[in-house]
């Protein structure tokens, strides 16, 4: 039995490098083109910031600031 020559496995193993490349690039763009498709999504806003406003906060529980305003007209 003979082996197979080094040059023609280098050829293979070169070959296969390729089309693994060409896959993955073809992967990359269908995915980059499905998410660019995607309703709702402005490509550069980020959803976790979405609709949060520079500045002072509302206090979530709305008490605090009630209270500060009563302790001020009492003083």
Do not use: C, F, Y
């Amino acid at each position: 039995m003979q082996k197979a020559r080094p040059t023609q496995n280098k050829r293979a193993r070169e070959r296969a490098r390729q089309e693994k490349q060409q896959q993955k690039a073809a992967r990359r763009l269908e995915a980059k083109q499905r998410k660019a498709n995607e309703p709702g999504h402005a490509g550069d806003d980020d959803p976790d910031i979405a609709g949060i406003v520079p500045g002072p906060q509302a206090n979530p529980w709305g008490d605090e600031p009630a209270e500060a305003e009563a302790e001020e007209e009492n003083s």
